[in-house]
């Protein structure tokens, strides 16, 4: 079968879609991805070392680093979690609609599916003009609409509540999002969404939702194209080992604690970042931990410190005694995986849900919002966490429920599974 991915975005965006390559290239299909960076990230010969094709279309977004830590900012400080996708869409997503139509369109031709991050209707409208399936891909199961399932930012107020909570956000991304999606499918001759969340975002073949099953019962009111395959973590590569250093830190004391934001780490001349790392490396002190502090910095190593500018999370993580992190999908999996407690510092969108996630789980505190972020605060949520019995075992927990998971082998055999129906 020849399939077609693309997506947009981060490093937390692109690698779960390589993942899933790797896994439809080893049962025999042919893979070819295309990817849009906003940065300057580049995967071609990750893919290329997985046996498919990657190539990057308008990468980087943004160009000029100073131009993107700007708008990071803006993103962080903006004042919900609507007005951080609207400024997103509008200055990340929207400017490269037109390039990644275009290169969607040519490989949707010669595709017989469209495998595609489901907030991509630059995609979905490519493979509605070749006429082949689109298949959508999501990485948070509690942005998935159901009464069972509550609705970030909003009041917990039951089934009831999680009902209007519901309609109230789809009246939103309808007021808002929706325009410019109904705009540019006009503008290529195809008729337009009524709805964004449920017609418009996932596709009603197969909708996959990246996130571990172990983490929600199905909600009865899914509709079958939901469903669950678990997280698309990638696999250990020649790319990704782990330094001496590393290892030499980590066997020489007490577990660490791991501080990083992943790609949503300010840049390394930014008086962000200065700022971030003394609140990393006071919190660590005053809290009695060894620390590894993931950063773009020149820093000498300590016996109780190590700054490393990447390191591979899953070989690292499951050594550490709780991690900071920024809540992203695929750092949140690692560390449930990992067994480890979490301190969750969300910054934007599906963070602030999957901040919550951990703490219902019983294996984080109260997320620290980015905004928010101190040394006094982080001190406190680093007492709340290492040490603490209950948290250890409910992360050791999640993790003896996730160890069968796998997310892309279950995608791929759920991708083949509908595709059967077209004759593939």
């Known amino acids: 079968m020849r399939i077609g991915i693309q997506t947009w975005g981060s490093e937390g965006d692109i690698r779960p879609f390589i993942a899933l390559g790797s896994a439809l290239t080893a049962r025999g299909h042919h893979v070819e991805l295309l990817y849009t960076e906003i940065g300057d990230r580049r995967y071609e010969a990750v893919a290329r070392a997985l046996g498919f094709s990657a190539r990057a279309v308008a990468s980087p977004v943004i160009a000029d680093t100073t131009e993107l830590y700007e708008i990071g900012l803006k993103a962080i400080n903006a004042r919900d979690q609507l007005q951080q996708g609207l400024l997103i869409a509008k200055r990340l997503l929207e400017p490269v609609i037109p390039q990644m139509y275009e290169a969607g369109l ?139 250093q590393v290892d030499a830190f980590l066997a020489r004391g007490s577990a660490p604690i791991f501080m990083g934001f992943g790609s949503l780490m300010p840049l390394s001349d930014s008086d962000h970042l200065r700022e971030l790392v003394v609140i990393f490396k006071e919190a660590a002190a005053r809290s009695g931990q060894r620390a590894i502090i993931q950063a773009d910095v020149d820093h000498p190593a300590t016996s109780d410190l190590l700054f490393v500018r990447r390191t591979p999370h899953v070989q690292v993580f499951p050594r550490c005694a709780a991690v900071v992190h920024h809540a992203g999908a695929g750092t949140t999996h690692t560390t449930l995986k990992a067994g480890v407690p979490s301190i969750p510092v969300p910054h934007v969108s599906d963070q602030f849900a999957w901040s919550d996630e951990l703490h219902r789980l019983g294996v984080a505190p109260a997320p620290l919002k980015r905004t928010k972020l101190t040394a006094n605060g982080l001190v406190g949520r680093i007492r709340e966490t290492v040490g603490n019995t209950r948290m250890k075992q409910n992360a050791v927990a999640m993790q003896h429920r996730m160890a069968s998971d796998d997310g892309p082998e279950t995608a791929a055999t759920l991708i083949e599974r509908t595709m059967t129906r077209y004759g593939n």
């Open 106 to 244: 040519e490989l949707a031709r010669r595709s017989d599916v469209l495998v595609h991050h489901f907030i991509l209707h630059a995609s979905r409208a490519a493979a509605d003009v070749a006429r082949i399936p689109p298949i959508t891909v999501a990485f948070a199961h509690m942005l998935t609409e159901s009464r069972h399932i509550h609705p970030s930012g909003l009041p917990r107020l039951g089934e009831w509540g999680n009902v209007i909570g519901w309609k109230i956000a789809r009246l939103a991304m309808n007021q808002t999002l929706l325009k410019d999606v109904n705009r540019f499918r006009t503008k290529v001759g195809l008729p337009v969404f009524k709805d964004l969340m449920n017609i418009g975002w996932p596709s009603h073949h197969l909708h996959l939702i990246a996130s571990s099953p172990a983490l929600l019962e199905r909600p009865p009111d899914w509709p079958e194209w939901n469903q669950m395959c678990g997280f698309l973590a990638l696999p250990s590569h020649e790319h990704e080992t782990t330094t001496p």
